[in-house]
């Protein structure tokens, strides 16, 4: 496994980091879920990222008890902020962030995260009140550095512009071969403000592995065939989608790797991604994950790969 430092933050993180949206505490099993972290932990990956909202606390409790006994230096927890967690607690007043990161570290049971990111930008919220109360929670050591997921490159700059606070360290947007909108203005902003990517569904939720075939029903213990897991990925299971994915596999076979390390190696290219978040429902899909680390493809390839999926519609 190799390491990319995180913005501006002394956190080395590992290129290939595990999830656990939809996974762990919802739509995996126990052992599964438990089997993939150790195994993620063996290979080298330092950094979990979950988010209070997941399972409205589920995955979060669940990373508490499958992280304990880990020595805690040895692993960068990256948690989030502002989703619904039901009895009107949602957003990133000053409130919320005090109540929020309290519930993340008891589930967690942690004393700190490495990560507190804002999940979107609240526009109910001043953000002034929003970093301040962030800056707050940095200072009291409840965590070492702050981030964002999916803000606009206005919201990053009136951030990056308030005097007295914290400064962000990352940005967690989806980026894939399939999703590209990062690379217009988030990633080159980012880049000049010491702000690395850590990217979000970068197999785009397992449709860029090349195991959903165009016409057939996806197959038995797949995310796209889980009830409890499968919505969100409905957009990206349009035949036309899943066509020019099969036309990327002659790609990966003539790099010699799996059409999964090949899309991650794609992500990977970009200087200014630190990590690709992967989720994994099975440890045998950590193994295959994590062997895109350190890939050298030839960049020619991956110009074909992209021309192929430039005109596939955005799920
Ligand atoms: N900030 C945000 O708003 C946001 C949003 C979404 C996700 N995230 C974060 O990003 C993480 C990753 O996102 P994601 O889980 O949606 O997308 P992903 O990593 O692109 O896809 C993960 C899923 O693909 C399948 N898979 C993984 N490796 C595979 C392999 N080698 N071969 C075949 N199938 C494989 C597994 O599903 P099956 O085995 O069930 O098919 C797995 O759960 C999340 O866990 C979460 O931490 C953040």
Known sequence: MRYRKLGSSDLSVSEISLGSWLTYGVGVDR????????????????????????????????????????????Y??????????GGGDKGLSRAQVFKQIDASLT??????????????????TPLEETMEALSEVVRQGKARYLGFSEWSPQN?????????VERFVSSQPQYSLLWRRPEKEVIPLCAEKGVSQIVWSPLAQGVLSGKYLPGDAPAAGTRAASDSMGAP?????????????????PLAAEAGCTLAQFALAWVLREPNVASAIVGASRPQQ??????????????????????????????
């Open 31 to 74: 052992d599964n879920a438990a089997a993939c972290v150790r195994r993620a932990l063996e290979l080298g990956v330092n950094l979990i990222d979950t988010a209070n909202v997941y399972g409205r606390g589920a995955a979060e409790s669940f990373l508490g008890e499958a992280l304990a006994g880990v020595p805690r230096q040895s």
């Open 76 to 85: 960068v927890l990256a948690t989030k902020l502002m989703g619904d967690m």
């Open 107 to 124: 589930r967690l049971k942690v004393d700190y995260v490495d990560l507190y990111q804002c999940h979107r930008y609240d526009p109910e």
């Open 156 to 164: 990053i700059r009136d951030a990056f512009a308030l005097p007295g």
């Open 233 to 249: 990925i409905k957009g990206w299971m349009r035949p036309e989608t899943l066509e020019a994915v099969q036309k990327l596999k």
């Open 286 to 315: 950590v193994d295959d994950n994590c062997a895109a680390s350190g890939l050298v493809i030839d960049p020619a390839l991956f110009a074909r790969a992209e021309a192929i999926v430039a005109g596939v519609p955005a799920r």
